[in-house]
């Protein structure tokens, strides 16, 4: 759901311009309602509870929130395995400099994520304000998650049977 959020902000920097675009901004550009499903799936919600957030319901926003707050607890999660070190086979996969850089994308995204609370009724997402580039910055920190957390499945899996072997 939060990446579909990042994606429709990123699409809404056409032509190199930073613009912004909050849940009432997508019915005022090109005249479309917010029960339009590219407006209404960008930000994650069915197009039938868009409408609800125009009309002051909370279930959307509600959902929204879900979403930032499951994905700050993984990256929490991240961060601390990050400093206890992925290993396999006695040696570590990630060098220093991974591991920095990692730490600060996952940071970034965390902190990002983290200011989204604020939006946490219909109004207040109606007046969703950051500009594509800033919302799309942080795409690289999700994906960053993602290969991380399938790093960390792949080591659970395959660890017991490799530290069988050693």
Known sequence: MLTQVINHQADQGEGGKQQRCGAGDCQRRSGTSLRSRPCSSSWGLVPGNAQLVTQGKDEPVQDLQKAVTQTVEKLVLAQQSLQTGLTFWGRSLLGEGEI????????????????????????????????????NNHRDGLKALAELQALQDIVAELGTQASYLK
């Open 100 to 135: 920095k850089a990692l730490r600060e994308r996952l940071g970034d995204t965390k902190t990002f994520l983290e200011s989204l609370h604020a939006y946490s009724t219909p109004g207040k997402l109606k007046n969703f304000r950051h500009d594509a580039q800033k919302v």
